[in-house]
């Protein structure tokens, strides 16, 4: 894959995960074709092949686990706005006992 098929898979992905929200897409928009303009120049093929791929990644994490919330009207609630693409959990880490993990655990007043 090229630099330019990462770039405008971000693009697509900044697109997806900021949609609606114009303030945030055109900053994202820019951190992007900054971050290229860095990275990219005279940087060896191997080390563009790595930021390539971290790229694309960067990307697929943007689709999957990026998610915007809308505030309910007159309450104290946020709607989450989920896409087929986002991942969901299903929670069975929580649903564990705490083994290992050093310290105790004691309720705040």
């Known amino acids: ?8 898979a971000l ?4 697109q997806v995960a900021f949609q ?11 951190e992007i ?3 290229f303009e860095r990275n990219l120049d005279g940087n060896s093929a191997g080390e563009k092949d790595e930021k390539i791929k971290h ?3 960067v990307a697929k994490f943007l ?3 990026v998610v915007q919330a809308e505030k ?6 946020f709607k989450l706005q989920l896409r ?21 655990f004691e309720k705040c007043s």
């Open 11 to 14: 693009l697509r992905a900044s």
């Open 1 to 8: 894959m090229s630099a330019l098929h990462a770039y405008r």
């Open 20 to 30: 609606g929200d114009s303030r945030l897409l055109l900053v994202s928009h820019r």
């Open 55 to 57: 790229a694309f990644e």
């Open 33 to 35: 074709r900054t971050q």
């Open 84 to 104: 087929d693409e986002t991942e969901r959990g299903d929670n069975e880490s929580i649903k564990t006992p705490l083994k290992g993990r050093v310290g105790k």
């Open 63 to 65: 689709k999957q686990n």
């Open 72 to 77: 309910v009207d007159g309450e104290e609630k």
